[in-house]
């Protein structure tokens, strides 16, 4: 089990303003290969500082994070070499609007990786057909659905051949209608063995497709366990008041 | 013909064909187009450097204050010159520092093309900077994080993500900053540099005509103006395809 993990996180702690606000407050959990861990929780309970702590777009007031064996938080790491094998996905794409799909897709490899462009282009045109986007190539973000930009932020993250994928809750920004496909991709990457780490509130995917799920509130894991074991016998009092308020 | 066209035109040619004055006129133009597009290079990298210093600055300090070590104190300093930079090339005219530059720094140098490219790009730079630094500003901090997260430091995203978006947002503000520039090359004559302007003054006194020159140096200024003016249109139009 251990040389499995791909993620360790040792008593994280974010904190505001001295020690006022305790955006997390010591976390610890590891995280192996192939797992998809879902992290679920009221707002402002801590999950996407969480989330955004692990490639470090949050520095962390305490604590340590080791991926792949290496201390990222350490400052001697170098932090960019351990991004490139971290996808990352957020709420509101952030797609560069300047850049067609295929650009989106395949400047980071080309500019970091020092990858061929020609060979970069088709690895981005073959993702974009598993995600039935491959005559969107040469479209602009502006000139797509939320859906849409939602896969291709996805796939721009793929591009990068990453370790594992980070999910910052990637369908609150979408119609409700837009919702189904972007979860259809993340469940046949999850299929396809990705180590996701997703924080959502669609719990109809944490069920479906999590292997855990974590249970944040202020700043801390009040519980965690299957999905079977969450959503049908949680023990903590607050996950209870929780899910008797989101699930119906 | 009637009279009095063709006696201006008589006029015409005695002002710039006596003496080959349109000479005068001709090295006074290059020299005003040398200066400004030179101060223009100049600006623009004093500029970005600046903007990329102070923009760097007011977002990250929290960030590198708790990372530690001694980025943030580096960057403390270089933020503190650059603020000292603004407030004294803001602060003073710019006919002052030209003669500044002139008599006092370059004191030695008789080249006063060079000397106007110096004093027009340092003080066109300031502005620019501060140009640059509200683009900067200007775009989503989400695109910055994008660019992180896909492994680019710092610069390089800044490089590839930030900087193209940001000149796109800022282009018609630069404009602005380009002919405020191309006319502020007129008082380069301060320092005796046979600018445009110069040129039609000394035209103006060797005849006694004033109503010529000037109009002439007027209306070239104001070609140059309209001219720049459709070329950044035009890249604009280029720069918004993305736009839907």
């Known amino acids: 089990m251990t040389d499995n993990v791909l993620i360790k996180v040792q008593d994280l702690k974010k904190y505001y303003n001295g020690e006022d606000v305790k955006a997390l407050d010591g976390i610890s959990c590891e995280i192996s290969k192939g797992e998809v861990i879902v992290v679920i929780g009221p707002s402002g ?17 305490g604590g340590h994070i080791f991926f792949e064996g290496t201390d990222i938080t350490d400052r001697k790491t170098d932090i960019n070499v351990h991004r490139q094998k971290m996808g990352m996905v957020f709420q509101h794409f952030n797609l560069f609007p300047n850049m067609t799909v295929l650009k989106n897709m395949t400047i980071a490899p080309v500019k970091l990786l020092g990858a061929d462009k020609a060979e970069a282009e088709k690895k981005a045109r073959e993702l974009l057909a598993r995600v039935g986007l491959e005559d969107r190539a040469d479209a602009y973000p502006s000139q797509l659905s939320g859906g849409q930009k939602q896969r291709v932020a996805i796939v721009r993250a793929l591009c990068m051949s990453p ?51 974590l249970f944040m509130d202020e700043g801390k894991i009040l519980e965690e366990g299957t999905p079977d074991k969450i959503f049908n016998n949680p023990e903590n009092p607050r996950l209870k008041d929780f899910l008797s308020k989101v699930l119906i | 013909m009637p009279e009095f066209i063709r006696e201006f035109i008589d006029k015409i040619k005695f002002i710039y064909l006596g003496d080959s004055r349109y000479l ?30 102070r923009s760097s600055y007011d977002k990250n300090k929290e960030s590198l204050k708790l990372r530690g070590g001694i980025g943030y104190h580096i960057l403390k300093v270089f933020n503190a010159i650059c ?46 900077a501060e140009i640059f630094r509200a683009g900067i500003m200007s ?35 630069l404009l602005n900053e380009f002919i405020a520039l191309l006319k502020e090359t007129s008082v380069a004559g301060y320092v ?9 003054n000394i035209i103006a006194g060797r005849t006694f005509e004033y109503f010529v020159p000037l109009f002439t140096v007027a209306l070239t200024y104001l070609v140059c103006v309209i001219v720049l003016t459709s070329l950044v249109s035009r890249l604009e139009r280029r720069l918004r395809k993305s736009d839907r």
């Open chain 2, 24 to 53: 005068k006129l001709i090295e006074g133009f290059t020299n005003t187009l040398k200066i400004t597009a030179g101060a223009l290079v100049v600006g623009i990298i004093i500029g970005i450097v600046i903007a990329a210093v």
């Open chain 2, 192 to 200: 005796g540099v046979m600018d445009l302007t110069k040129a039609g």
């Open chain 2, 83 to 128: 603020q000292l930079y603004l407030t004294v090339i803001r602060g003073t005219p710019v006919v002052v520092q030209l003669m500044i530059s002139y008599f006092v720094i370059f004191a030695a140098s008789d080249n006063g093309v060079m000397v106007g490219i110096f004093a027009f790009g340092l003080n066109s730079g300031a502005y620019v």
């Open chain 2, 139 to 173: 775009v989503d901090p989400g695109q910055f994080e994008a660019g992180r997260s896909l492994g680019f430091n710092y610069i390089k995203t800044m490089r590839y993500i930030i900087i193209p978006q940001m000149f796109k947002a800022v282009l018609p503000t």
């Open chain 1, 45 to 61: 309970s801590g999950k996407s500082t969480f989330l955004r702590s692990l490639n470090l777009l949050e520095i962390p007031t």
């Open chain 1, 163 to 213: 370790d594992v994928m980070l999910f910052d809750e990637p369908t609150s920004a979408l119609d409700p209608e837009m919702v189904g496909e972007v979860l259809d991709v993340m469940k046949e990457l999850a299929n396809e063995g990705m180590t996701m780490v997703v924080v959502t509130h669609e719990m109809g995917f944490a069920k479906e497709v999590g292997t855990r799920v």
